[in-house]
């Protein structure tokens, strides 16, 4: 825990998401005395770029619905330019402009987010389930506190993303969300607000009036079969996050004005894990949470 209430607040890469709006949103829960940590992801800019550079983007469904990024090594540099080099940049600078202290950094730091390469990934391909090898992307499995404690202790917001550090100390790409996750769960958070392109989680994705003021989901499995794609995998983090000891966790929508203060007053969705014995420590979580 740090000496003050801690949220940690992702903002999701989506182009519409309202970067400069979360930016100040979080200057003024700083001002008000709390501690944040901002993690960023950045989808829309790793297209971008990726389409620029000429390097083809995959995505990867899993049978249970959940996708993900194809990291070939040329993708892992696309994702590591589009991360360190234009999100955080233009964060830091929105952070800098309402005068908040802001520390850029990604999970290799200090080896902050240890993961551990998924050697092959199981992926739907027209309807057949096949295994998809050299993938460089991974699962978070030790959250090294040390860094972002010292630097939230010192009052800065760390702003953190992806790439994590792997068993052979070389980068390795990583969900945004489930780094959130677990530097919440290891900092003892007591919110985590996942701000996204989407007013929350919705119970038919293609009618933005359906949103879900709050949802059950199952303590192991598929998440939700109304949450497809990205959201699948954000409502995995959520689950993460409460079963790791995060006290409440809400999907909400990034592209209104002032998102962080709306989502803190109970806009988007609030996540609940079913089942009495909720939170479960599994051992890796008890890992992640160090
Ligand atoms: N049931 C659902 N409710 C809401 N959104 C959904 C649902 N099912 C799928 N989605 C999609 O999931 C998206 C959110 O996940 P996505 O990974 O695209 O965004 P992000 O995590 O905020 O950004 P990034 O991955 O760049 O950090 C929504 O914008 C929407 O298109
Ligand atoms: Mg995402």
Not at 31 to 47: A, C, F, K, N, T
Not at 57 to 72: E, K
Not at 170 to 185: S, Y
Not at 276 to 287: F, I, T, Y
């Amino acid at each position: 825990m740090t000496s003050k209430p801690l949220t940690v607040v992702k903002c999701g890469g989506n182009p519409a998401v309202d970067a400069a709006g979360i930016c100040a949103d979080i200057a003024r829960l700083v001002r008000e005395d709390r501690s944040v940590l901002l993690v960023h992801g950045g989808s829309g800019e790793i297209g971008r770029l990726a389409g620029r550079l000429g390097v083809p983007q995959r995505t990867l469904v899993a049978p249970d619905n959940v996708s993900t990024r194809y990291t070939d090594p040329d993708t892992l540099e696309v994702v590591i330019l589009a991360l360190a080099g234009a999100v955080k940049p233009r964060l830091i600078a929105e952070l800098a402009r309402h005068r908040v202290p802001a520390v850029g950094l990604t999970g290799m730091d200090c080896r902050m987010l240890r993961a551990q390469r998924k050697s092959a990934v199981r992926s739907v391909v027209d309807g057949r389930t096949v295994l998809v090898r050299n993938n460089l992307s991974g699962r978070i499995t030790t959250v090294d506190t040390g860094l972002p404690r010292t630097l939230l202790h010192a009052g800065y917001v760390p702003v953190v993303s992806p790439p994590a550090i792997d068993e052979h100390d070389q980068a390795v790409n990583v969900d945004a969300d489930r780094a959130a996750a677990a530097l919440a769960a290891a900092l003892g958070a007591e919110e985590l607000l996942l701000l996204t392109g989407a007013p929350g989680v919705l119970a038919d994705p293609d009618d933005p009036g359906s949103v879900q003021s709050s949802i059950q989901i199952s303590p192991t499995g598929a998440p939700d079969p109304s949450a497809r794609g990205g959201m699948a995998l954000k409502l995995i983090a959520a689950r993460e996050a409460l079963a790791g000891g995060v006290g409440s966790v809400r999907i909400a929508d990034g592209r209104i004005p002032e998102p962080v203060s709306r989502t803190l007053a109970g806009a988007g969705t609030t996540v609940h894990i079913s089942r009495a014995e909720s939170p479960n420590h599994s051992s890796r979580e008890r890992e992640i949470r160090r």
